[in-house]
Antibody, heavy 121, light 108 residues
Framework: QVQLQESGPGLVKPSETLSLTCTVSGGSVTTYYWSWIRQPPGKGLEWIGYLHNSGRTSYNAALKSRVTISPDTSKNQISLKLSSVTAADTAVYFC???????????????WGRGTLVTVSS | EIVLTQSPGTLSLSPGDRATLSCRASQSVNNDFLAWYQQKPGQAPRLVIFGASSRATAFPDRFSGSGSGTDFTLTVSRLEPEDFAVYYCQQYGNSQPTFGGGTKVEIK
């Protein structure tokens, strides 16, 4: 049974880079598409971007200049880096598996539990 | 960007009632690529419906999705206590997936 676990610092200072890791257990990161999604406290969901093991990535246009998603196949992990963070980036960050092998079908059938990242000095 | 508007914001119902949730898109969703998720407090969202009407295996047949183009509906035929949660719609018909603001189904 595939499980996802997000990890990383819970507190990041403004203007610094947020770095998170999603560890995939029970399956291979090379098999599916994977996305990062975030949810500010008490608010709705925002798609950040996706990664395929081929190296293909796609990012939310509003975040594209600040986001990098990359794989570490040796550790079966997917990483997220978000630069120049502000308080508006405070959110629970989820990694999620795409429900289809078709790159166009970006719905999410498996989610990690999420990790809260607070941006504050 | 396709904006999804969910209504109502809150639905107050009793166990056994029928719940009808609406999701309206600012433009037509290609291929009816519309999903629904259930989220309970402190938990990650769970996929309920994809492709507008295909039900995820973890959910019973009292959950159904319908609609096409710009208007979509999630129906729960008879609410069970575990169904009270927030529900989000999501479109993936273009390269920028977006989510609606959510509908909270609460116990009346």
């Amino acid at each position: 049974q595939v499980q996802l676990q997000e990890s990383g610092p819970g507190l990041v200072k403004p203007s610094e880079t947020l770095s998170l890791t999603c560890t995939v257990s029970g399956g291979s990161v090379t098999t599916y598409y994977w996305s990062w999604i975030r949810q500010p406290p008490g608010k709705g969901l925002e798609w950040i971007g996706y990664l395929h093991n081929s190296g293909r990535t796609s990012y939310n246009a509003a975040l594209k200049s600040r986001v990098t998603i990359s794989p570490d196949t040796s550790k079966n992990q997917i990483s997220l880096k978000l630069s120049s963070v502000t308080a508006a980036d405070t959110a629970v960050y989820f990694c999620a598996r795409h429900g289809s092998f078709n790159s166009a079908e970006r719905f999410f059938d498996l989610w990690g539990r999420g990790t809260l990242v607070t941006v504050s000095s | 960007e396709i904006v999804l508007t969910q209504s109502p914001g809150t639905l107050s119902l009793s166990p056994g009632d029928r719940a009808t949730l609406s999701c309206r898109a600012s433009q037509s969703v290609n291929n009816d690529f519309l999903a629904w998720y259930q989220q309970k407090p402190g938990q990650a969202p769970r996929l309920v419906i994809f492709g507008a009407s295909s039900r995820a295996t973890a959910f019973p047949d009292r959950f159904s999705g319908s609609g096409s183009g710009t208007d979509f509906t999630l129906t729960v035929s008879r609410l069970e206590p575990e169904d009270f949660a927030v529900y989000y719609c999501q479109q993936y018909g273009n390269s920028q997936p977006t989510f609606g603001g959510g509908t909270k189904v609460e116990i009346k």
